[in-house]
């Protein structure tokens, strides 16, 4: 095999192994102490993450099993790797300028690792969802079975945002709506072609991971809502759609609120 | 001693290996501090919440957590590429590979891109896997068609795009016969290349050069001294790779790319860069993409399925910890021509 020339015709030329200079000595440690530290920093968050409940704020649940399953061998071997491992090398040293821009990689890694330990873990918040603009991409094809739920009387009160999102999308009728009550969670999203008089009850869609999470709401109708609610703020609204009075709205239906709840975050914030 | 000898000669040796050493004090030290240091990480962890820190601005707050939850998502396909990786280099016996596989590089080539039906690692896993195929002895022309076709040609990846799209507009055949052909074609052109090794990021050359048995001891004390080097090259440029995708994410309006989806150049152009952007798993980004299929081409949906897999913030990041910056732009350049190609024609054949 071709790998025994190219091995051979270079081995000589690395002796490193056992010993080499002193900066290759500590830039062997750096090296193997950070890729450690920073392992050993994501497996224990998200080993907490799990054991709290929390993981799901960043991944889709079926990712979870996988997950923790991966992390646990990553733990084993992290702490096989204090013990044993001694041996590993990263090639030779680099060049100043490399080691600079290394050495700037690493202080950005450490203050992202850093955060992921001390930080609250949390939801993604306004500033992602009007940034992805509501409802702009994740409503495709209408779901079949929330039209046909549609047309079951009283199964309206177990609808989501994301299927109200997605009937809204399909028809504009207000008989459609007339006898739909609905009762929905999600956070204040203001809208931004009305903020004093609407707003938007809104989830982020999540498919993989947090970082494709798209947001979708239902546009609410309350004259100066800020007085009462703040953005971001989780609240429950129950109410009725039918014609939007707002002015500046672009929605043509809003739900008309007929009682608005402030509560938790949901445990499970995202829908999948 | 046998060990060394063996290395300078470049063959591995093939078990018993020596009797391993019992644990030095510095190992002892180590694994106290850091089982301590592991036991306050989950402490501090634990604690900090019912501090009540000052919470974060909405912008710095989403910056964090789309950064967290690319390295959440990925780190758990990264290792198990290290444990494939472990497993290919020291517990696959060389004949078994060398007898599988066929002499004439074509259709080594062609055999090597289906290696991930077998191997359904997201492309983050790809890396280290890749890495540890080219110390196996593959040639590096070989080792950028697995990195280029696994992704695509796999199975967790071809059941999502069938899901997503079906048959429909020719995008699943598209994407399949499109990543096989890129994959080969890539591996074509580098097989010409004079001097292989000099593709490599130095590095990862020298890793090379250094021959097999990285470490002393027998095979597991290779495997952990090979988990050990993996981290300490692929765990930075996770993290930097994605913070930068978290802070795109953050910067760059998405409404602006979606109102270029209609035009058959701009919206594969746009396509690209969204793909370059967001940087999901091959896994997924089938049902990622869904959402677009309604307002762009069908031709810039199977661009964004091709070039996506392989070519963005991360994996650029990842593929910098073995290869040298100018392969990675030849490659780049070589992928987005092909797959805005093979864009096109889905566009205005169908």
Redesign the interface.
């Known amino acids: 095999m071709s790998s025994d020339e190219k091995h051979g015709a270079h081995a000589h030329a690395h002796h490193h192994e056992h010993g080499g200079t002193r900066g290759q000595r500590v830039w062997d440690a750096w090296r193997r102490w950070q890729g450690l530290a920073l392992a050993a920093a994501v497996l224990v968050s998200t080993l907490w993450l799990a054991a709290t409940g929390q993981l799901v704020l960043y991944i889709h649940p079926r990712y979870v099993v996988f997950t923790v399953a991966m992390a646990l061998i990553g733990v084993v071997f992290v702490v096989a790797g204090l013990v044993a491992g001694r041996g590993a090398t990263e090639g030779e040293q680099p060049r100043r300028l490399a080691r600079a821009a290394s050495l700037t990689g690493s202080v950005l890694a450490g203050a992202l690792a850093l955060a992921l330990v001390i930080i609250p873990p949390a939801t993604l918040t306004t500033a992602t969802a009007s940034q992805r603009e509501i409802n702009s991409t994740a409503l495709g094809e209408v779901d079949e079975s929330v039209t046909e739920a549609a047309s079951v009387a009283g199964a309206s009160a177990s609808f989501t945002v994301l299927d109200w999102a997605s009937l809204l999308r399909q028809t504009s009728d207000r008989a459609f709506y007339a006898d739909k009550p609905a009762e929905v969670l999600g956070f204040i999203t203001p809208d931004s072609d009305d903020p004093e008089n609407s707003f938007y009850v809104s989830r982020f869609k999540v498919t993989c991971c947090a970082v494709d999470a798209q947001p979708v709401g239902v546009p609410v109708y309350l004259p100066d809502w800020q007085g009462e609610f703040s953005p971001d703020a989780w609240v429950e609204v129950t109410g009725t759609f039918d014609t939007n009075p707002s002015r500046g709205s672009a929605q043509p239906l809003a739900l008309i609120p007929e009682e608005i709840v402030p509560v938790d975050q949901p445990e499970e914030p995202y829908l999948y | 001693m046998s060990t060394r000898v063996y290395?300078?000669?470049?063959?591995r040796p093939d078990e018993p290996a020596p009797p391993p050493r019992g644990?030095s004090p510095a190992?002892?030290i180590?694994?106290v501090?850091?089982?301590l240091?592991?036991a306050s990480?989950?402490a501090?962890?634990?604690l900090?919440?019912e501090l009540g820190?000052p919470?974060?601005p909405?912008?710095a707050?989403?910056l964090?957590?789309?950064?967290?939850?690319?390295?959440?998502?990925s780190?758990?396909?990264v290792?198990?590429g290290v444990?494939l990786s472990i497993v290919v280099q020291h517990w696959i016996p060389?004949r078994w590979i060398?007898r599988a596989m066929p002499r004439n590089p074509w259709a080594r080539r062609a055999m090597v891109s289906f290696l991930g039906m077998f191997l359904p690692v997201c492309e983050c896993g790809n890396v280290p896997l890749a890495r540890g195929l080219v110390?196996?002895?593959f040639?590096v022309s070989e080792s950028m068609t697995f990195l280029l076709a696994a992704p695509i040609l796999n199975p967790v990846t071809i059941i999502t795009t069938h899901q997503a799209f079906g048959f429909d507009d020719g995008i699943l055949v598209a994407r399949l016969l499109g990543g096989f052909l890129i994959a080969n074609l890539i591996g074509w052109v580098f097989s010409k290349h004079p001097a292989p090794?000099s593709l490599l990021s130095?590095?990862?050359?020298?890793?090379?050069?250094?021959?097999?048995p990285?470490?002393?001891?027998g095979r597991?004390?290779r495997s952990?001294?090979?988990?050990?080097?993996?981290?300490?090259?692929?765990?930075?440029a996770l993290?930097?790779g994605?913070?930068i995708?978290?802070l795109v994410?953050?910067a760059v309006?998405?409404?602006v790319l979606?109102t270029l989806g209609s035009n058959p150049l701009w919206s594969i152009l746009a396509m690209m860069a969204l793909a370059f952007i967001?940087?999901?798993?091959s896994?997924?980004d089938a049902?990622?993409i869904?959402?677009?299929?309604?307002t762009f081409m069908p031709g810039s949906i199977a661009t964004f399925l091709l070039f996506g897999p392989i070519i963005d913030i991360k994996m650029l990041a990842l593929l910098r910890t073995t290869f040298t910056t100018a392969v990675l732009v030849r490659i780049t350049v070589l992928v987005a021509l092909l797959s805005a190609g093979i864009g096109l024609a889905v566009n205005y054949v169908f």
């Open positions: 290395v300078e000669l470049g063959r644990p190992a002892i180590g694994l501090l850091g089982l240091g592991i990480l989950f501090i962890r634990a900090t919440p820190l919470s974060l909405n912008t707050q989403d964090l957590t789309l950064s967290i939850s690319v390295i959440i998502e780190l758990p396909f290792i198990l444990v060389d060398s110390l196996r002895g040639s090794e130095s590095g990862f050359a020298a890793e090379c050069a250094a021959g097999e990285h470490g002393r001891g597991w004390n952990v001294t090979l988990f050990v080097r993996e981290m300490g090259v692929i765990m930075p993290f930097i994605s913070l995708a978290g994410q953050v309006p998405r409404d979606v967001i940087s999901v798993c896994n997924v049902f990622f869904l959402p677009f299929a309604s």
